[in-house]
């Protein structure tokens, strides 16, 4: 961290000593909850308050090490089943008592932190105990996935049946069902298996007005489809309890392999021809030039020029070893022919085997002095260049002016036949305020996300980060059909009230 002058900070305070909120429920609240869920499933200790204290963006985790748990629910519920969620849901809006689902913690854009203002107290609603696999219809490759089910062990338990879901994001060994649904979440195999919100073909929901059932049939002309309203609505609307999603057979081959680009722009035109004319792996994933150079925790090779030239694309295939080795020569074909140069399967071998030690760098940075957070955004084929430039320049130029050398980091990890996401990460050193130094750069870059006519969000959701740019994305029309939702099924507003709409 030397070329980013980074200063290693005092250590973090320990968890055991955060400052908390005082709490100050309502008479007979605690009670009906036991009543409710079992006494032992309702937990005001400070070390349950704690863990439930926001999520996993680069703020929250640096609020919690200096202290700061400020956001901390007063009770932490673990309903076991859907009724138990509805009956909770009746006892917070009879008591005015906000409600934050709450399951694998890994929202990075604010999510859960509602705020507290107009309520008597807040309860994260732990769904851990709703962590089963249903139901599994071999005829028609669905499975009913309960909500809390951590995504890992979703994968063994249909592994068990020689299915797969195909969903891997970076957040995988922490994050749930309820969580992928709720935020729209994409993985790193979006391209062979689609995003989550595309493997759902049905929902239970838990909402104070009662339950809402939804998915009848694959697809439907019954209206407008309500599956896509409550995926994406991050509690907002009603407390997903269980999903029926698409599974496949596990696929008896899976290979990784590097493809080379001179440049950014050269590869990106190779990633557009091969989702627009195919043929269409697996995971396809292109990182500019410095991300290629840069080891996230040494990034000073990038920042005096050294490290390898180029940009690096992973390419993966999964399937039978036959449909594997056709698909990977007909890609092969394509991406010659684009100029590109494989480097073999030892480059995707790598990314695959560190692909989720991400999340875990964090706090060795943050203890090095330095300061990592990511945003990501979607536009269409032909603005892409010109997004990557403009958020680029807009998060450089807000850090810079804050007297900080940094690094903006890009990639291509979702493609479309129309378009791909962008995804960014940044280094730079701590300031004495490193939570507003951020809010800083990620104002900008929201203003240049916006200004481009690019999504605010394609797979992080809103939260409390993106809710304002997210109403002029909608516009006035678009946020108030959102809030006539919301009236209608949580009059009392107790469900993350304050998330994805103001």
């Avoid at 300061?371 to 990557?388: G, K, P, Q």
Wanted: hydrophobic share 40%.
């Amino acid at each position: 961290m030397t070329a980013l002058g980074a200063v290693p900070p005092g250590p973090p305070v320990d968890p055991a000593d955060a400052r908390l909120p005082e709490t100050a429920l309502p008479a007979g609240f605690l009670d009906a909850l036991g009543a409710a869920v079992g006494s032992g499933h309702v937990d005001t200790g400070h070390d349950a308050r704690v863990r439930h204290t926001r999520g996993f963006s680069a703020p929250d985790l640096l609020k919690l090490r200096a202290g700061d748990a400020s956001d901390a629910p007063d009770a932490v519920v673990s309903p076991g089943s859907h009724d138990e969620i509805v009956r909770v849901l009746e006892i917070c809006t009879e008591h005015r008592v906000a409600v934050v689902p709450f399951s694998g913690g890994t929202s990075v854009v604010g999510g859960l932190a509602p705020t507290r203002s107009g309520f008597h107290g807040l309860v994260a609603l732990d769904m851990h105990r709703l962590d089963r696999l249903v139901e599994l219809d071999e005829t028609s490759r669905t499975a009913v996935l309960q909500a809390g089910l951590r995504g890992v062990t979703a994968e063994r338990l249909l592994a068990g049946h020689g299915y797969t879901l195909g969903h891997f994001p970076q957040s995988y060994e922490m994050a749930t069902i309820g969580g992928y649904a709720g935020a729209r979440s994409a993985g790193q195999s979006s391209t062979g298996y689609g995003r989550f919100d595309e493997m759902v073909v049905g929902l239970t929901v838990a909402t104070p007005r009662g339950t809402l059932t939804l998915g009848t049939a694959p697809k439907s002309a019954a209206g407008p489809d309500l599956r896509q309203l409550v995926l994406g609505s991050e509690g907002a609307f009603g407390v997903i309890t269980s999903v029926t999603v698409r599974i496949r057979p596990t696929p008896a081959a899976r290979v990784f392999e590097g493809w080379r680009f001179d440049s950014f722009d050269a590869g990106t035109t190779a990633l557009r021809t091969l989702m627009q004319d195919g043929p269409r792996p697996t995971v396809l994933r292109l990182s500019d030039e410095t991300e290629t150079a840069v080891n996230l925790a040494d990034p000073d090779a990038a920042l005096d020029g050294s490290g390898s030239g180029g940009c690096l694309m992973i390419v993966g295939y999964e399937g039978t070893a036959n449909d594997v080795e056709t698909l990977r020569a007909a890609t092969a074909e394509r991406l010659r022919a684009h100029s590109g140069h494989c480097d073999g399967t030892d480059p995707g071998e790598r990314w695959r085997e560190g692909r989720f030690r991400g999340p875990y760098l964090r706090d060795p940075l943050f203890d090095s002095g330095a300061l990592v957070e990511t945003l990501e955004t979607a536009t269409f084929w032909s603005n892409i260049d010109t997004l990557r430039t403009a958020v680029t320049e807009a998060v450089q130029g807000a850090l810079t002016e804050q007297g900080c050398a940094n690094l903006v980091m890009c990639h291509i990890s979702h493609v479309y036949e129309t378009g791909a996401s962008l995804y960014f990460t940044v280094v730079t050193r701590q300031l004495d305020d490193p939570v507003a130094q951020w809010a800083r750069a990620k104002e900008a870059a929201n203003a240049a996300i916006r200004a481009h006519g690019a999504a605010i969000s394609h797979h992080h959701g809103v939260g409390t980060d993106h809710r304002e740019a997210l109403a002029a994305e909608l516009g006035p029309v678009g946020v108030d059909m959102l809030r006539a939702v919301k009236s209608r099924v949580d009059p009392e507003g107790i469900l993350n009230p304050g998330i994805l709409i103001g």
